[in-house]
C-alpha cells in the first residue's frame, strides 16, 4: 500500500467537490448581501442555541468560502489527494468518505464551541453573583488577549474601550451603573459567540490527509515550508499535534477551528479502521 498510481486527472466526485466550491465560492462573493441576505451567514455553520442555526448548515459550510486563499489551498489538497484516494476507494466510498470527515468535523467544532459558550455563562453567573472590576477584567483578557497586542482588528476598538471603562470603575469602585454596563459586555461576547459563522473544507481535507497517511504512510511528501522530504505518516502525526496544540491554547484572536480539522481527522481515523476490520477489502 505503500506505492500508488496517481490519478492524471480529475475523478468524478474530485471535479465535481472543486465546480461546486468554486460556484458557491463565486456566488457569495458577487451577490454579497443583495437584497438584505448574507449569504455566508446562511450557508455557514452555526451553534444549534443560535437565531442563525439551520441543519442543512452541517452540510453547506464544507462547501462555503469567503477568502481566495482559504479556498485555493483547501481544493488543492482535495485536488492533489482526493483523487488518490477516489482512484483506489472508488467514487461512492470517496464520497460518503468525504461527507462523514466534513459532518464530523462540524460536530466535534459544535461540541466545542459550546462548552466554550456554556463556560463563558457560568462566569456570567459568578460575575452577577459578586460584580466585580477585576473579574471582569480577567474576562476580557481571556476573550481578548493583551490589549495593546494581539488585538484582531475588528475587536481592537471595543477591547481598548472595555479596558478604559474597567478602569474607571476600578478608580471608583462605587460607580453608578457599572454592574449593568459589565452585565452588557458579558451578554455581547456570549451572542458573539453563538453567532460565529463557520465556513470552509478544512474539516474534510484534514480527513483525507489522514486517510492519505493512513494508507500511503511511507510516501515521501516534499512540502514548501518543509526544506526536506517527510513521510505522509509523520506529516499526519505532526499536522494533527500542531493543531490540538493550538485547539488547546485557545489563544484570544484565533479564528481557526482548529478542533474542526481535529474532528475530520478523528472520524476518518475510526471510519478507515471499521472499514478494514468489517470488509476484507476496505477500498
Do not use: C
Not at 41 to 50: A, E, T
Not at 95 to 110: I, K, R
Amino acid at each position: 500500500m505503500n506505492n500508488y498510481r496517481p490519478a492524471m486527472g480529475l475523478t468524478p466526485a474530485v471535479k465535481a467537490i472543486l465546480i461546486i466550491n468554486v460556484l458557491i465560492f463565486l456566488f457569495v462573493n458577487f451577490m454579497g448581501s443583495r437584497g438584505g441576505m448574507d449569504y455566508v451567514r446562511v450557508l455557514g455553520l452555526h451553534l444549534p442555541q443560535s437565531d442563525y442555526f439551520h441543519w442543512y448548515q452541517y452540510f453547506t459550510h464544507m462547501f462555503t468560502h469567503e477568502g481566495l486563499s482559504h479556498m485555493f489551498f483547501n481544493m488543492f489538497a482535495v485536488f492533489m489527494f482526493g483523487r488518490i484516494l477516489e482512484s483506489v476507494w472508488g467514487t461512492k466510498r470517496f464520497v460518503f468518505y468525504y461527507l462523514v470527515t466534513g459532518l464530523g468535523a462540524a460536530v466535534l467544532h459544535s461540541l466545542v464551541s459550546w462548552y466554550g459558550y456554556y463556560h463563558v455563562q457560568e462566569q456570567f453567573v459568578a460575575f452577577q453573583n459578586a460584580p466585580d472590576p477585576g473579574l471582569l477584567a480577567e474576562f476580557i483578557r481571556s476573550q481578548y488577549g493583551s490589549i495593546n497586542v494581539g488585538v484582531p482588528v475588528a475587536n481592537a476598538t471595543y477591547a481598548i474601550d472595555a479596558q478604559k471603562f474597567i478602569d474607571a470603575w476600578l478608580a471608583d469602585p462605587n460607580m453608578s451603573g457599572a454592574a449593568d454596563v459589565a452585565n452588557d459586555m458579558y451578554r455581547g461576547v456570549m451572542r458573539q459567540m453563538l453567532n460565529v459563522t463557520t465556513i470552509g473544507a478544512s474539516g474534510a481535507v484534514f480527513g483525507i490527509l489522514l486517510a492519505f497517511g493512513m494508507l500511503f504512510p511511507n510516501t515521501e511528501l516534499f512540502l514548501m515550508f518543509i526544506p526536506i522530504p517527510i513521510k505522509a505518516k509523520y506529516f499526519v502525526i505532526l499536522y494533527g499535534a500542531v493543531e490540538l496544540f493550538l485547539g488547546l491554547q485557545n489563544s484570544a484572536g484565533d479564528n481557526v477551528a482548529h478542533f474542526a480539522h481535529l474532528g475530520g481527522m478523528l472520524f476518518g481515523f475510526f471510519l478507515i479502521l471499521y472499514w478494514r476490520k468489517h470488509s476484507r477489502r476496505f477500498y
